[in-house]
């Protein structure tokens, strides 16, 4: 079975720096996609950026990149010039590949609390 | 486009009560899910549908029953509620296919059991 770890429970970050989110994964398949999201006070889940297994090159979104070491089974989030609008709970999630059988459900990691200082 | 919205946002259970929430999709997806959200634990799937007409059960399913009897619904029933299912609830929906497969949640309905 496949599992997700999130092993910071809270992390903070001035404004206008720049801040990792650390998440590291378990798994014996080969074709999987790996996501972070977003969850501010209001509780939506909030995509903010996804990874496919197969690309080697790390995906960006603005101000978001991620550092995807599959080898090491490692899926860090970037955060660039922090805002306060970034303070949420952020989520690292896996899902297997489109092979028979998967179902697309995502398996989530218990989270990371994010403060932004002003 | 609304999305997936979820009914109610907000509900207070005695223990033994039923309910059931319901979940509505306009996007025409396939797949819809049920997690639940406690303290420290992320989410965790509780059920799942894979088109109408179809459910199975996830990592949670002890305590829920679940119905998807049109493609946009996917209803999660409490038959007799428990305090330990005191949680927040989440649906969400996608598509499975090749270059698509984010999941879009709704903003999830916050259950308190008595």
């Known amino acids: 079975a496949q599992t997700v770890t999130q092993s910071q429970p809270e992390m903070s970050v001035q404004e206008a720096e720049t801040v990792t989110l650390s998440c590291t994964y378990d798994?014996?398949?080969?074709?999987?996609?790996l996501f972070w999201y977003k969850q501010p006070p209001s509780r939506q889940m909030i995509l903010v950026i996804r990874?496919?297994?197969?690309?080697?090159q790390n995906a960006t979104e603005n101000r978001f990149s991620v550092n995807f070491q599959k080898a090491a089974k490692s899926f860090s989030l970037k955060i660039s010039d922090s805002q306060l609008g970034d303070a949420a709970m952020y989520f690292c999630?896996?899902?297997?590949?489109?092979?028979?059988?998967?179902?697309?459900?995502?398996?989530f990691g218990q989270g990371t609390t994010l403060q932004v200082k002003p | 486009n609304a999305g997936v919205t979820q009914t109610p946002k907000f509900r207070v259970l005695k223990t033994g009560q039923s309910m059931t929430l319901l979940c509505a999709q306009d996007?025409?997806?396939?797949?819809m899910y049920w997690y639940r959200q406690d303290p420290g634990m992320g989410l965790r799937l509780i059920h799942y549908?894979?088109?109408?007409?179809?459910?199975a059960k996830g990592e949670v399913p002890d305590g829920y029953n679940v119905s998807r009897l049109k493609k946009q619904n996917f209803l999660l029933g409490l038959e007799s509620a428990a305090p330990s299912q005191t949680s927040v609830y989440f649906c969400?929906?996608?598509?499975?296919?090749?270059?698509?497969?984010?999941?879009?949640f709704g903003p999830g309905t916050r259950l308190l059991v008595l």
């Open positions: 996007m025409n997806h396939e797949y």
């Open positions: 990874q496919e297994a197969y690309k080697q």
């Open positions: 999630a896996y899902r297997s590949g489109h092979g028979s059988g998967n179902t697309g459900k995502l398996i």
């Open positions: 549908s894979v088109g109408e007409g179809t459910t």
């Open positions: 798994t014996s398949e080969s074709d999987y996609y």
């Open positions: 969400a929906s996608s598509y499975w296919l090749a270059g698509d497969e984010t999941q879009y």
